[in-house]
């Protein structure tokens, strides 16, 4: 079975209302990505009807972006809603699988401004997904020291996602080192020239692989989004890679293999 580890649904649905349709069509076991009230009820939406109707599960999470501090108070409230509190009430009902995605963003100067800010979210957030026994999916730019700093915290986690991983193979291989249970997932752009990303993808132990679209953000070149129907194209793209470093594998091998992957950090039978 395909799976698709970070996706979008409430957003994927302004530009492609069959979304779910599709989904389901391709039988892709999903986990969506919620960084709102509205975002997560909508995709909660979807997870019971694929449920209620016997389909392929969608698995929905809940997280505070890092690129989503523009407001704060002591109780670290965004806007008028005090989301930890909402995450932590989540968890609590088990109603979501993971938390995320959260983590850090440096890539320019107004997230840098929020850098104290992230790491008080980051931590919070920690801390739920410690006291609930979640998985945490993250979205790390140009912070992979912030990483590292926490690895001992991280370390403690069930497991760790590390969502369109973009950092090197040493930095992965380190982060395992460390103790960290963490599992790298790769989408369109190791079919683009991110060299990282597809040395990573190429070297990395396929036990620690993961498949994603990141729809509708990460779309192929002439495609206007991303989309379910990508996921064998990654999977033929990682053989590929794999294949050129001596890490021959069959597609049907890994698509079973990174299935196995995401049913062990979500514990999904």
């Known amino acids: 079975m395909f799976t698709d580890v970070h996706c979008h649904p409430f957003d994927l649905s302004q530009f492609f209302p069959q979304f779910e349709q599709k989904r389901r069509q391709l039988k892709v076991l999903a986990a969506a990505s ?26 929905p999470y809940f997280g505070i972006h890092p690129q989503q501090l523009e407001v704060r108070n002591e109780k670290l409230e965004i806007g008028n809603e005090n989301l930890l509190e909402i995450i932590d009430m989540l968890a609590k009902e088990k109603r979501i699988a993971a938390i995320g995605e959260c983590g850090f963003d440096l890539y320019n100067d107004n997230f840098k401004k929020t850098e104290k ?9 920690i801390e739920i997904a410690l006291k609930h026994d979640l998985p945490v999916v ?8 912030k ?16 969502h369109s991983w973009s950092g090197t193979l040493e930095e992965g291989q380190s982060l395992l080192r460390r103790g960290v249970n963490a599992f790298f997932s790769f989408g369109n752009t190791i079919k683009l020239n991110h060299k990282q990303a597809k040395r990573s993808c190429a070297f990395l132990a396929a036990d620690r692989l993961l498949t994603e679209t990141d ?5 192929r070149l002439g495609q206007a989004f991303s989309l379910w129907a990508d996921i064998p ?37």
Not at 147 to 162: P, T
């Open 233 to 269: 194209l990654i999977i033929e793209a990682t053989c590929a890679l794999r294949y050129e470093a001596g890490n021959n594998i069959s597609a049907k091998e890994l698509e079973n293999t990174i299935e196995n992957n995401f049913k062990k950090i979500f514990y999904y039978n």
């Open 215 to 219: 729809a509708p953000y990460q779309p």
């Open 138 to 145: 993250l979205h790390v730019r140009r912070a992979m020291h």
């Open 34 to 59: 919620s960084c709102s009230v509205e975002e997560f009820t909508h995709n909660e939406t979807i997870a019971r009807n694929a449920q209620l109707d016997g389909f392929t599960p969608l698995l």
């Open 147 to 162: 990483i590292f700093a926490a690895a001992k915290d991280l370390s403690k986690c069930r497991a760790v996602v590390f």
């Open 117 to 125: 800010m992230q790491e008080s979210f980051f931590s919070a957030q």
